[in-house]
């Protein structure tokens, strides 16, 4: 899902 | 975490130490656009809603709490301070950015990967990021020449997102499933946005000038 690797960005 | 996004994040970082650096010791904001320090203030307040919700790491959130306070304390002192406000060029820093806070909002309900308030909202941080350093160009070619500190806080505010491109790229190869068409396309409008700007600075670097 995007929250598990585009929220780790800043 | 990479090292693209590493230099990235520094870079930005960067930026936002130079402009404070500019304004608290020298207490001036002269070729400093005030809108485009609200828009980014924005940018950060619709990005990091997530700061207390969803722990990623302590360099995140670490990272976002120093991008919030800087940039609203940079609005701060440019719009309350008086030394530093009788420094800001209010007669030429006059693009309308509410207007383009509105399309922004239209464009991440249209466009978004999750229809929820959060996902939306940051969508929408990254359509505005993309387009917010627009004031901030447009009073430069007013004021024409800026010190060396304003241009190297434009210049570092450009490169941070570049240098995330190069991440995303790393990561869209090393990473199955890694695509966010939506942060990638923002991403590089955004960057290229300041394309007229490197080359000037450069030019400046070449020749030794001032920016012009």
């Known amino acids: 899902s995007s929250l598990s690797n585009s929220k780790d960005e800043l | 975490m990479n090292i693209f996004r590493l230099a990235g994040d520094m870079t930005h970082l960067a930026s936002v130490l130079v402009l404070l650096l500019k304004i608290h010791t020298i ?29 990623v790491s302590v ?19 440019m719009r309350y301070h008086k030394a530093v406000h009788r420094t800001y060029d209010r007669e030429q820093d006059t693009f309308r950015h509410w207007f383009l806070v509105l399309p922004c909002l239209v464009l991440a309900l249209l466009i978004h990967e999750k229809f929820t308030f959060l996902e939306v909202l940051w969508t929408f941080s990254l359509y505005l990021e993309a387009v917010a350093i627009l004031p901030q160009l447009v009073l430069l070619q007013r004021t024409r020449n800026i010190d060396n500190l304003t241009g190297q806080y434009i210049f570092l505010l450009g490169g941070y997102r570049g240098l995330y491109i190069l991440n ?17 396309i923002a991403g590089l409008v955004q960057t290229l946005l300041y394309a007229d700007f490197f080359y000037y600075y450069f030019l400046r670097f070449i020749g030794g000038r001032g920016v012009e």
């Open chain 2, 27 to 55: 207490k001036s904001c002269a070729g400093v656009s005030l809108r485009t320090q609200e828009l980014y203030a924005i940018v950060f307040a619709t990005r990091y809603l997530d700061i207390f919700t969803s722990f």
């Open chain 2, 59 to 77: 360099y995140n959130t670490f990272m976002k709490l120093v991008f919030l306070g800087s940039s609203f304390s940079i609005v701060w002192y």
């Open chain 2, 168 to 184: 995303w790229i790393y990561r869209y190869f090393t990473e199955p499933h890694f695509v966010h068409w939506i942060t990638w």
